[in-house]
């Protein structure tokens, strides 16, 4: 079977409960009817009812069994509010939360937070601040975890071929070494999602040591404290990329090294490059780049492109399932 495949077999039938707060677009909607009618999950679609109903008629699309919830007609609003105002410890005042809870991205984000949704998958008419800022103010991150990051799996056109995990790519635009640490701890997790042996390469222009800059001092610090942090990880840096991928230039460049030329995971430095590379294996490589995938969140937040169609957001949403499944 092929990752997707895999990955539905895995969710199907647990019953996960994801939220989509553009119920009204028609690729957001078509997705989830499809999600519904395999048994994958369980979908609420956020947003004024008629509107989605219309939305359906002129797709052709049946959505019945499909939970509608309105912000503007929500019985349990009163009850939202508070649990929000809590939980903003004093940020926010109930007049101004009632007001708040009526943007469909917040509403979604409290249905998550207040367990009522299992995780959550948006963006695919807003930016990604708009869809992990609230995620930031309400969910937060897992304990333990100091930040959120986005990571990419790239699979290649063959998929029982290698596929790779690459990140942060989205989210930190220059990360301390603390935060790269976290980040390839969480990225070691995220490719065990997808069935990815995770051997971890965090990436540099140098390798160990072949070149001296305070750039280079980051990932080698960072490569120390995400060993003391998770010691039962396969883990190594500072690697180039030719010696984490290429096993000839890994045993040149750094003998020795358990993840030189098998790495499966690559922490970049920072977000451009982190960007650029995924992009070169995508537009060059010819490898499908799934994400950004967020991690280190306490539940399941999704971030779409505005440029999506319905097949991602399907794919995106048995990938929140699945992260959904492992955090329990």
Request: with cysteine; glycine share 8%.
């Given at each position: 079977?092929?990752?997707?495949?895999?990955?539905?077999?895995?969710?199907?039938?647990?019953?996960?409960?994801?939220?989509?707060?553009?119920?009204?677009?028609?690729?957001?909607?078509?997705?989830?009817?499809?999600?519904?009618?395999?048994?994958?999950?369980?979908?609420?679609?956020?947003g004024n009812p008629e509107e989605i109903k219309a939305t359906a008629?002129?797709?052709?699309?049946?959505?019945?069994?499909?939970?509608?919830?309105?912000?503007?007609?929500?019985?349990?609003?009163?009850?939202?509010?508070?649990?929000?105002?809590?939980?903003?410890?004093?940020?926010?005042?109930?007049?101004?939360?009632?007001?708040?809870?009526?943007?469909?991205?917040?509403?979604?984000?409290?249905?998550?937070?207040?367990?009522?949704?299992?995780?959550?998958?948006?963006?695919?008419?807003?930016?990604?601040?708009?869809?992990v800022k609230p995620a930031l103010q309400i969910i937060k991150t897992?304990?333990?975890?100091?930040?959120?990051?986005?990571?990419?799996?790239?699979?290649?056109?063959?998929?029982?071929?290698?596929?790779?995990?690459?990140?942060?790519?989205?989210?930190?635009?220059?990360?301390?070494?603390?935060?790269?640490?976290?980040?390839?701890?969480?990225?070691?997790?995220?490719?065990?999602?997808?069935?990815?042996?995770?051997?971890?390469?965090?990436?540099?222009?140098?390798?160990?040591?072949?070149?001296?800059?305070?750039?280079?001092?980051?990932?080698?610090?960072?490569?120390?404290?995400?060993?003391?942090?998770?010691?039962?990880?396969?883990?190594?840096?500072?690697?180039?990329?030719?010696a984490a991928i290429s096993d000839v230039v890994g045993q040149a460049?750094?003998?020795?090294?358990?993840?030189?030329?098998?790495?499966?995971?690559?922490?970049?430095?920072?977000?451009?490059?982190?960007?650029?590379?995924?992009?070169?294996?995508?537009?060059?490589?010819?490898?499908?780049?799934?994400?950004?995938?967020?991690?280190?969140?306490?539940?399941?937040?999704?971030?779409?492109?505005?440029?999506?169609?319905?097949?991602?957001?399907?794919?995106?949403?048995?990938?929140?399932?699945?992260?959904?499944?492992?955090?329990?």
């Amino acid at each position: 079977m092929g990752l997707f495949e895999d990955l539905s077999v895995t969710i199907k039938g647990k019953g996960k409960r994801l939220v989509f707060p553009e119920g009204h677009d028609a690729r957001v909607l078509a997705a989830v009817v499809r999600l519904k009618e395999d048994q994958l999950l369980d979908p609420i679609l956020v947003g004024n009812p008629e509107e989605i109903k219309a939305t359906a008629q002129e797709l052709g699309k049946s959505i019945e069994g499909i939970e509608l919830l309105d912000p503007n007609h929500y019985e349990q609003f009163d009850s939202m509010v508070e649990d929000f105002v809590e939980r903003r410890k004093g940020k926010a005042t109930v007049e101004q939360a009632q007001e708040i809870l009526k943007d469909k991205m917040y509403f979604a984000t409290m249905l998550v937070y207040q367990d009522l949704a299992d995780g959550l998958v948006a963006g695919a008419t807003q930016s990604t601040g708009s869809t992990v800022k609230p995620a930031l103010q309400i969910i937060k991150t897992r304990a333990g975890v100091s930040s959120t990051s986005g990571v990419f799996i790239l699979v290649p056109e063959n998929e029982d071929e290698q596929k790779y995990v690459f990140g942060d790519c989205a989210i930190n635009i220059n990360p301390t070494a603390e935060q790269l640490a976290e980040i390839a701890i969480e990225s070691a997790k995220t490719a065990e999602i997808f069935n990815i042996d995770p051997k971890v390469a965090l990436l540099s222009f140098s390798t160990k040591g072949s070149a001296s800059s305070p750039e280079v001092d980051k990932v080698v610090e960072a490569t120390k404290l995400a060993k003391e942090k998770a010691p039962e990880l396969v883990l190594d840096g500072e690697l180039q990329f030719d010696a984490a991928i290429s096993d000839v230039v890994g045993q040149a460049k750094a003998p020795g090294s358990p993840v030189a030329g098998q790495a499966t995971v690559f922490i970049f430095p920072e977000i451009q490059s982190g960007n650029i590379g995924y992009k070169i294996a995508q537009r060059l490589g010819g490898y499908q780049a799934l994400g950004p995938i967020l991690q280190g969140m306490a539940k399941p937040v999704t971030d779409l492109s505005r440029g999506c169609n319905e097949e991602d957001v399907y794919k995106a949403a048995i990938i929140t399932a699945n992260q959904a499944l492992l955090q329990g």
